[in-house]
């Protein structure tokens, strides 16, 4: 019985140790995850910028894109 006793005793330690590296592992991947959505943000508004203005340069655009340069 005490054999017995002291290898479930070890098994419980191993189970412990395995679950302590997944709950390291687990934050670690969890505040990747958070970082990862703060710079998926920025870069979203980023976007979002840009976008407003370009739509702005090509509205005060002087004229048409495709028109030839006055030299030509």
Known sequence: MTNEIKTL?????????RLAYQDD????LN????AQWKQI???TRQ???LS???QEAETNAPGP????????
């Open 47 to 49: 976007i979002a910028q």
């Open 9 to 17: 005793s070890e098994r419980i330690d191993t189970l412990e140790t």
């Open 31 to 34: 505040q990747t995850i958070t």
């Open 25 to 28: 592992t687990i934050e670690t």
């Open 65 to 72: 894109a495709n028109e030839r340069p006055p030299h030509y």
């Open 52 to 54: 407003e203005r370009l």
């Open 41 to 43: 943000d920025a870069l």
